[in-house]
């Protein structure tokens, strides 16, 4: 049996150590306040970059979230990676969320696709159009093929992948991340119905999002 775990992801670590570091000159010079305030910050930098162990879902015909967060919209959209008119569910990540992102499906990364952008609020619609992003099509087995797409944010600076193109992931597999506040929209290939709706909340790797009908 595998017990959970948590961890913390690795692109967070000069993050931390910097502000631990300050922390520990502000207390020995004996600065109370900037160190009080360091430890604020080493607590928040510490709850944002966690990555727990995720208990993935192993059912055939399933999609799992690739974000943390709340459903924001399910609905009709243009992929951007196809041009083809799909059902696209987009996750909204706050601050609090974890940032890890994880792929939906198990299949090929078949294609990749960069846009730098504005720093709307990405709850906003326009931020899927206007907004820095990344979106990486998956092949699945069977040949369908799904596009996940990482929105930067009004916080956000810094879209990071961790896959490239030709690489093999499973479902629930860790994929990049996004820091500070962002949203990921992924799109359905058809035959494949949303089994979330706006306000749910979601698991990244965990929560099933879509089933096959």
């Keep these: 049996m595998r017990n959970p775990s948590v961890s913390l992801t690795p692109e967070g670590w000069p993050s931390i150590l910097l502000a631990l570091s300050a922390t520990l000159v502000f207390a020995l010079l004996g600065w109370a306040v900037p160190a009080l305030l360091g430890l604020v910050v080493l607590a928040l930098l510490v709850n944002f970059f966690r990555?727990?162990?995720?208990?993935v879902p192993h059912d055939p015909g399933l999609a799992v979230a690739p974000a943390d967060g709340r459903v924001i919209k399910v609905?009709?959209?243009?992929?951007?990676?196809?041009?083809?008119?799909?059902?696209?569910?987009?996750?909204?990540?706050?601050?609090?969320?974890?940032?890890?992102?994880?792929?939906?499906?198990a299949g090929t990364v078949s294609?990749?696709?960069?846009?730098?952008?504005k720093f709307f609020n990405a709850s906003f619609d326009k931020a899927s159009e206007h907004n820095e992003r990344l979106a990486v099509q998956l092949t699945d087995d069977?040949?369908?093929?799904w596009t996940m797409v990482q929105i930067a944010g009004l916080l956000?600076?810094?879209?990071?992948?961790?896959?490239?193109?030709?690489?093999r992931?499973?479902?629930?597999e860790r994929y990049g991340m996004i820091k500070f506040g962002s949203r990921v929209d992924v799109y359905l290939p058809a035959?494949?119905?949303?089994?979330?709706?706006v306000?749910?909340?979601?698991?990244?790797?965990q929560t099933v999002i879509a089933r096959l009908t």
């Design 51 to 55: 990555d727990p162990e995720r208990f």
């Design 75 to 105: 609905s009709q959209a243009s992929d951007p990676m196809t041009g083809e008119e799909r059902t696209v569910v987009c996750i909204f990540m706050n601050v609090f969320n974890v940032h890890v992102n994880r792929a939906c499906v």
């Design 199 to 205: 306000g749910d909340m979601t698991a990244a790797g």
């Design 169 to 172: 992931l499973k479902r629930g």
């Design 156 to 167: 956000a600076r810094r879209i990071i992948p961790r896959a490239e193109q030709g690489d």
């Design 111 to 117: 294609a990749m696709r960069y846009w730098a952008g």
């Design 191 to 197: 035959g494949y119905d949303p089994a979330v709706s």
């Design 142 to 145: 069977e040949g369908r093929t």
